[in-house]
């Protein structure tokens, strides 16, 4: 069955420095897509990245990047330059496959970025 | 931009009774999903639904039922609250489409069942 792991319930960074939060996922479909969503305190979640399971290069959005390892069966979310406004928490999630708009979500890590 | 409302930002309920959750989406989506978040679980789907008058069961259905109406709405209902139906709850929607189309969420309920 489908499953998505993210091991570290809680990540400190210092301002200006990167973070690397862990994404495991398992799957036995060969098409399917990675996405990375925040959800501040207020609780509205926010859509940060994708990667389609077919992708060759590893997606990147601004400050985020996404280390796609396929082999490994990892997507790895990196933020660069953090900020104060990144403390949040961040879900990886997966799609069952690529027909379909179901997700399953890890159980999220929550990052503290601290002056 | 997309937007997903939901009803209630924060709602307290008694146990047994019946609770309706609002989700609207004005993008026209296809696919609308309910969602509860609990902590150290993440999210998990209860039901969604990809037409009007359609649902389906997600992982944890029970104690729970959806309407579909319009294409617009869709709506959670917990027919008799209980106190472990405690949680936030989340809707989205999305486009009936494959690859790197996201889903848009709405703010949440934080429903307390007392």
């Known amino acids: 069955a489908q499953k998505i792991t993210q091991t570290q319930p809680g990540m400190f960074v210092q301002e200006k420095e990167a973070v690397t939060l862990d994404c495991t996922y398992d799957t036995s479909d060969p098409s399917y897509g990675l996405f990375w969503y925040k959800q501040p305190s207020s609780g509205e979640m926010i859509f940060l990245i994708y990667?389609?399971?077919?992708?060759?290069q590893n997606a990147t959005e601004g400050r985020y990047s996404l280390n796609f390892q396929k082999a490994r069966k990892s997507a790895n979310l990196v933020i660069s330059a953090s900020q104060l406004g990144d403390s949040a928490m961040y879900f990886c999630?997966?799609?069952?496959?690529?027909?379909?708009?179901?997700?399953?979500f890890g159980t999220g890590t929550r990052l503290q970025v601290f002056p | 931009d997309v937007k997903v409302t939901q009803s209630s930002r924060y709602l307290v309920k008694r146990t047994g009774e019946k609770v309706f959750l609002e989700c609207v989406q004005d993008?026209?989506?296809?696919?609308m999903f309910w969602y509860r978040q609990d902590p150290g679980l993440g999210l998990r789907l209860i039901y969604f639904?990809?037409?009007?008058?359609?649902?389906e069961k997600g992982d944890i259905p029970e104690g729970y039922s959806v309407s579909r109406e319009k294409k617009e709405r869709f709506s959670l209902i917990l027919e008799s609250a209980s106190t472990n139906q405690t949680s936030m709850y989340l809707c989205?929607?999305?486009?009936?489409?494959?690859?790197?189309?996201?889903?848009?969420f709405g703010p949440g309920t934080r429903l307390l069942v007392l």
């Open positions: 990667q389609g399971s077919y992708d060759q």
């Open positions: 993008m026209d989506h296809e696919n």
């Open positions: 999630a997966m799609r069952e496959s690529y027909n379909t708009d179901k997700l399953i």
């Open positions: 989205a929607s999305s486009y009936l489409t494959s690859g790197g189309e996201t889903q848009y």
């Open positions: 639904s990809y037409d009007v008058k359609m649902k």
